[in-house]
C-alpha cells in the first residue's frame, strides 16, 4: 500500500513538474513589454510554437523513442534564439515606439557599444556583459531542463503522447484557421509567432537588396526656387533632436515648456522677427534621425534602411545642391558625429564640421559631449561671423535633446565664454553634471533638455538681432516611447522664423499657423517641405517687391507674438 502510495506521488510530482515546464516553454514565447519599463509580463495567451514543439516531441518519441540529448540541446538552443527576437519584438517598439529592424539597427549595434563605453567604466561594462551572458546560460539552462521534463514524461507513457501530440494539433489547426477569419473567435488567444518576426526580417533584408524595384518607388520632387524672396539672406535648417509633438499634446510638458516658449516669443517679437509652425508626420518614431534628414533634403519619403542605402548610392537633387547651384555656400554641422560620415559625399556639403572639427574644449555631456550652444557658437566663429563671405545654407542636427536628454548643460548668457576652456562657472557646472537619469521616467530630463534648446535658440536670436537669417526649426521625430507614451502619433512641430512677410505669408497659405503653437492635423509629411520651402523662398504666389519687415508689415506679422509675450520683467532667459 505504502508502494502504491509512494509511486502515485512520483506521479503527482511529475506531472506538476511538467506543468511547469509548459508553463515556462510557453512564457518563454508568448511574454509582453511592460511599458515604459525594460520587464516583461505574461499575458494570458498560447505559442503555437511550443504547440509545434510538443508535436515533435511526441511523435518522436512514439516512433524513435526517447529524444536524444542532442536533439533537446537544439531544441533548447532555438527555444532562446526565439526568446531573444520575441524580446526584441515587444520591447522595441515599448521603448522607441517603431519596430526594430535588423537590417538597419544591427549595423549601429556598435555605436550603441562606443556610447556606452564612453558614459560607463569598464567594470559597469563588464558587469553588464557578464550579466547577458549570465541570463542567456540561465534561459537557456531553464529551457533545456522544461523540455527533458515534457520528453520524460512521453517517454514513459503512451497516453502522454496521445494527449499531447493530440492537443497540439489541435492548437495549431485552431491558429490556422483564426489566421483565415477575423470573424473566427479569438479563443484560445495566440501570441503572435516569433517564426514570424524573424520571416519580416528576412523580408526586409530582400526588398533591401532589391535595388531596381525600390528605385522605382522614389521618384525625386522638382525642387527648384528664384531664392527672390531670400535676397541672399543666410538659411539655417535646425533639426533638433528628439522635439515631437509630445511637447504640446501632453498637457504636463506644455504646462511645463510654456515658459520657456513664451521666451522665444519675447525674443522674436523685440528683434523683429515673426514666426509660423505646422506639424508634419516624420518618416522615424524614437530614432534613425538619419531618415528625417533625408527625407527633408531630398524630398524623398524614407522610412527605412533599404531607402536609405538605395538613396546614398545615387545622385539625386537635394535642399543641399539647389542651394549651392543658386550661389550659396552649404556647409554641415554635426555635433554628434564622431566618426567618418560617408553620406556627407551624396549631399555634397561644401564643409562638414563633426565633433573633431568644432573642437569643443569645455566638459562633456553625456555621450554627444558637445552642448548645443557651443555648436552655435563655433558656427557663428567659423562661419558666419566672417566677411566677406557667400550666403550660407547650414544644415545643423543638435544633440542636447538627445536620449537620455541629462546632464542638461547650464544655460550661458556670455556667448562668446562658450568658446573658452571653461564655459562655465563652478557651481552650475557642478549641479548640472550631478543629474543622473531615471532611465524609467524620462519625461522630467526631456523637458529640462527641451526647455534648454528654446532658451538658447532665444538667446541667439538675440544674439543676431541685426542679422537677418531665415531659420527652419523642426524635430527629426518623437522622443522614444516610453516618454511620448503609447500609440503617439510621428508628428513633429516645424517652425520658421524669418523677417519676410512674403515667406511666413506663402507658407501660411500651405497650413502653417501664425506663432509658435503649430495646429492640429500635420498638413503633410515631412518629405513635402522640401518643395514648399523652396516655393516660399521663391516668392511664389506673393507680391514680389522686397517686403522685409517694416513698420506696416511688422505689426501685421508679429501681432500673433506678442500674445504669446513672457512677462514684461523677464527678458533673457535664465535656468
Do not use: K
Given at each position: 500500500m505504502s508502494s502504491n502510495a509512494s509511486e502515485r506521488r512520483r506521479l503527482a510530482w511529475r506531472w506538476v513538474g511538467?506543468?511547469?515546464?509548459?508553463?515556462?516553454?510557453?512564457?518563454?514565447l508568448t511574454f509582453d513589454n511592460t511599458w515604459p519599463t525594460l520587464a516583461v509580463h505574461w499575458p494570458a495567451e498560447l505559442s503555437v510554437e511550443i504547440a509545434a514543439v510538443l508535436v515533435l516531441l511526441a511523435s518522436c518519441n512514439a516512433w524513435l523513442g526517447r529524444s536524444s540529448p542532442r536533439l533537446i540541446a537544439t531544441l533548447a538552443t532555438l527555444v532562446v534564439l526565439f526568446a531573444l527576437g520575441r524580446y526584441g519584438a515587444v520591447t522595441v517598439p515599448a521603448l522607441y515606439g517603431r519596430e526594430i529592424n535588423l537590417y538597419w539597427d544591427a549595423p549601429r549595434l556598435g555605436s550603441v557599444v562606443q556610447m556606452l563605453a564612453r558614459v560607463a567604466s569598464i567594470w559597469q561594462l563588464a558587469a553588464l556583459l557578464g550579466g547577458a551572458l549570465l541570463a542567456l546560460l540561465l534561459l537557456y539552462l531553464l529551457a533545456r531542463w522544461s523540455l527533458r521534463r515534457v520528453d520524460a514524461v512521453l517517454a514513459h507513457s503512451r497516453a502522454a503522447r496521445?494527449?499531447?501530440?493530440?492537443?497540439?494539433?489541435?492548437?495549431?489547426?485552431?491558429?490556422?484557421?483564426?489566421?483565415?477569419?477575423?470573424?473566427?473567435?479569438?479563443?484560445?488567444?495566440?501570441?503572435?509567432?516569433?517564426?514570424?518576426?524573424?520571416?519580416?526580417?528576412?523580408?526586409?533584408?530582400?526588398d533591401a537588396l532589391s535595388s531596381r524595384r525600390v528605385a522605382r518607388m522614389l521618384p525625386s520632387p522638382p525642387l527648384h526656387s528664384s531664392f527672390e524672396a531670400l535676397s541672399g539672406r543666410d538659411v539655417l535648417l535646425i533639426f533638433m533632436e528628439s522635439y515631437g509633438s509630445v511637447t504640446f499634446d501632453r498637457p504636463a510638458f506644455e504646462r511645463e515648456l510654456r515658459p520657456a516658449r513664451e521666451r522665444l516669443a519675447k525674443a522674436l517679437e523685440e528683434t523683429g522677427r515673426g514666426v509660423v509652425s505646422a506639424f508634419v508626420v516624420s518618416p522615424t518614431f524614437g530614432g534613425q534621425s538619419v531618415l528625417a534628414h533625408l527625407s527633408l533634403l531630398s524630398g524623398i519619403e524614407v522610412r527605412d534602411s533599404s531607402r536609405y542605402s538605395l538613396l546614398m548610392t545615387q545622385k539625386r537633387p537635394t535642399l543641399v545642391s539647389t542651394f549651392k547651384a543658386a550661389g550659396y555656400r552649404a556647409i554641415a554641422v554635426m555635433p554628434g558625429m564622431q566618426q567618418p560620415w560617408p553620406e556627407g559625399a551624396f549631399y555634397g556639403f561644401d564643409e562638414i564640421y563633426d565633433a573633431a572639427k568644432l573642437a569643443y574644449r569645455g566638459p562633456p555631456f553625456g555621450w554627444w559631449r558637445i552642448p548645443d550652444q557651443y555648436t552655435l557658437a563655433a558656427l557663428d566663429a567659423d562661419e558666419l561671423d566672417r566677411h566677406p563671405r557667400k550666403p550660407l545654407f547650414v544644415f545643423l542636427p543638435t544633440v542636447s535633446t538627445h536620449i537620455p536628454f541629462e546632464p542638461v548643460p547650464p544655460f550661458q548668457p556670455d556667448w562668446g565664454r562658450m568658446l573658452s576652456r571653461e564655459p562655465y562657472d563652478a557651481a552650475p557646472l557642478k549641479r548640472a553634471l550631478a543629474q543622473r537619469e531615471d532611465w524609467t521616467a524620462m519625461g522630467e530630463s526631456y523637458v529640462s533638455s527641451v526647455e534648454y534648446f528654446l532658451d538658447v535658440l532665444a538667446s541667439y536670436l538675440r544674439k543676431h538681432a541685426t542679422d537677418d537669417p531665415v531659420l527652419i526649426v523642426l524635430g527629426d521625430h518623437q522622443p522614444a516611447a516610453n516618454v511620448s507614451g503609447e500609440g503617439a502619433p510621428w508628428d513633429v512641430p516645424v517652425h520658421v522664423i524669418s523677417r519676410r512677410t512674403d515667406i511666413l505669408e506663402s507658407l501660411q497659405r500651405r497650413g502653417f499657423r501664425s506663432g509658435l503653437t503649430p495646429a492640429r492635423p500635420a498638413i503633410g509629411k515631412m518629405s513635402e517641405l522640401a518643395p514648399w520651402l523652396l516655393d516660399a523662398f521663391g516668392g511664389n504666389g506673393a507680391d514680389r517687391h522686397d517686403r522685409a519687415v517694416c513698420p506696416e508689415g511688422a505689426s501685421r506679422t508679429q501681432s500673433s507674438v506678442r500674445t504669446l509675450a513672457a512677462p514684461r520683467g523677464r527678458t533673457h532667459p535664465t535656468r
Open positions: 511538467t506543468l511547469i515546464a509548459l508553463v515556462i516553454l510557453n512564457g518563454s496521445l494527449g499531447f501530440g493530440i492537443g497540439g494539433t489541435l492548437l495549431i489547426a485552431a491558429f490556422l484557421v483564426q489566421q483565415l477569419s477575423d470573424h473566427v473567435p479569438r479563443i484560445p488567444r495566440f501570441s503572435i509567432p516569433v517564426s514570424r518576426t524573424y520571416g519580416t526580417q528576412v523580408a526586409r533584408v530582400v
